[in-house]
């Protein structure tokens, strides 16, 4: 498998998911704004997400992924097929039981994640209606994630990459055509989520059966639970929950520091998170996707060599594309924000608040990126404790840099100390590898560093001289003029920091690789 068209196959698609997601987003800030209606949307979102990754695409996936490729390889087709109907009996029908008692506890829920919504008494009404309606997503977004490892596994990855675009067209939808026609408008973002997780669920099907593997899900989830392949994949969940949950309880309590903020500050960290995700869908995300399969496939023939490459592969592919997507972020945050969002109800404070986070994104997205790289390093050969006890140290590092940034930049410091507690993950996960031995760096890093820097800090130059030529806010009343102005900056950015490293010698084909 060439894994260098693989991934410019799954970032394509990523791509055009994380277009639409900004167009959503876009339409979703001149529609609404930031608000405390928009705050109590966010959280009421927030709160199926959270237990999406929690228990369905994180700990899940890295559990299940590993173990069903060692199936794969080593059981044949019809043991695997029945891993696969087993595993998925169980994770229906815990998503079934989580489902109806969040429905019932929808208020208690909302009130411990955002504490601070409970003074904004209509706010937080709607909060609770919201997350009642959508919290059947996470049933839905289960057997997407079981979908997305199968197909995975089977190095079948468009149809994966390509199902948020679902949920982002059924947003871009509801904002145009059903928010006007409902007394409360921001309800119809909660029924857009139930119907892209329809249509995400849906999707997966034909592409199952294209490969034999649609589960079969069983009335008794006693006896699959009795199945030797899922007590294995439950052992490796447990811990993988323990892994993704310091991230997500780290993700609760900046939401309810958020809330307590001003009016405003949760949907401005959502915006911000917004622009965030690109780099770190299209690479991280992408990478992570392509590399768990290859990695637990080298493990299982015992291929060392070829599993340390492929993790020096993904690490210089990641330093060169994502550290001028920082640079991006951290010196023309105020161009992307008001371009993109300055429309409607978003108005000149929320480009400055958003710009504001985007910047503290900007300086931890390397480590954000990286983690999602080094991770599988470890997933793949079925180790999940490790990353579980840097996960829980970086929880309490994250919440003490809070206690410093928030009280100086608001809402901002949640941002910074989430990028700066990636920053701190991706570092311990490395020392993990270099330490046992799993990753040895191959030659030429000293050199690639210093050639990246060169062009880091040209990238940087160009960006701040070319973006402080335009008034971006009063750009407002011509945004087609603004959006020229954005390309003109993108461009001359992307000239400079190409055009060193090919001055420098980086020639591009030296990143192909093949998988064995």
Not at 44 to 68: D, H, K, M, T
Not at 130 to 147: D, E, K, N, Q, W
Not at 264 to 276: C, E, H, K, T
Not at 382 to 408: C, D, E, R, S, Y
Request: proline share 4%.
């Amino acid at each position: 498998m060439n894994l260098h068209k693989t991934l410019a196959a799954v970032s394509g698609m990523t791509m055009v998911s994380r277009v639409t997601g900004l167009i959503r987003e876009i339409l979703f800030a001149r529609a609404f704004g930031a608000s405390a209606y928009t705050d109590a949307f966010n959280i009421a979102f927030r709160i199926p997400n959270l237990l999406r990754r929690l228990f369905a695409e994180g700990a899940f996936s890295q559990a299940f992924v590993p173990i069903l490729a060692e199936y794969k390889s080593q059981k044949g087709e019809e043991a695997t097929k029945n891993l696969v109907d087993h595993v998925a009996t169980v994770l229906m029908w815990t998503m079934l039981l989580t489902c109806v008692l969040g429905v019932i506890g929808s208020p208690f829920i909302v009130y411990l994640i955002a504490t601070g919504l409970k003074t904004k008494s209509e706010a937080f009404d709607a909060s609770v209606w919201m997350t009642r309606v959508m919290f059947p997503y996470i049933g839905f977004m289960a057997f997407v994630a079981l979908s997305g490892g199968i197909l995975n596994t089977w190095r079948e990855f468009k149809i994966p990459a390509f199902t948020p675009v679902l949920l982002n067209l059924s947003f871009i939808v509801a904002t145009l055509f059903l928010a006007p026609y409902l007394d409360q408008p921001i309800y119809a973002m909660a029924i857009a989520v139930v119907v892209g997780g329809v249509l995400q669920m849906a999707i997966q099907i034909p592409a199952l059966l294209k490969i034999g593997m649609l589960p079969r899900v069983s009335r008794n989830p006693f006896a699959s639970l009795g199945d030797a392949g899922v007590r294995k994949v439950l052992s490796k969940m447990g811990p993988a929950v323990f892994a993704v949950s310091a991230a997500q309880i780290s993700l609760m309590i900046n939401t309810n520091i958020a809330s307590r903020l001003e009016s405003g500050s949760v949907s401005w960290l959502s915006y911000a998170d917004r622009l965030m995700e690109f780099p770190t869908a299209l690479l991280g995300v992408a990478l992570g996707t392509i590399l768990l399969p290859s990695l637990s496939k080298a493990n299982f023939e015992g291929n060392t060599e070829e599993y340390s490459s492929l993790l020096d592969w993904g690490l210089r592919l990641t330093f060169l594309l994502a550290l001028p997507c920082a640079v991006g972020l951290a010196t023309i945050s105020e161009p992307l924000t008001a371009t993109l969002f300055h429309y409607g109800k978003f108005n000149e404070l929320s480009v400055e608040m958003t710009s504001r986070a985007l910047v503290a994104y900007g300086v931890g997205l390397i480590g954000l990126i990286l983690v999602k790289i080094l991770a599988p390093g470890f997933y793949a050969q079925q180790n999940i404790k490790t990353p579980v006890k840097i996960a829980i140290g970086v929880l309490i590092a994250t919440q003490l840099m809070n206690l410093v940034f928030v009280p100086w930049i608001a809402h901002a410091g949640l941002a910074l100390s989430i990028g700066l507690g990636a920053c701190l993950n991706a570092g311990f996960l490395y020392w993990g590898l270099k330490r046992r031995g799993i990753y040895t760096a191959l030659p030429g890093w000293r050199t690639f560093f210093i050639r990246l820097a060169g062009a880091l800090f040209l990238m940087a130059a160009v960006a701040l001289w070319t973006a402080g030529q335009f008034d971006w806010v009063a750009l407002r009343a011509t945004p087609f003029m603004r959006v020229i102005a954005l390309l003109i900056v993108m461009a001359a950015c992307g000239i400079s920091y190409f055009g060193a490293l090919l001055a420098m010698g980086f020639r591009f084909r030296d990143f192909k690789r093949i998988a064995r």
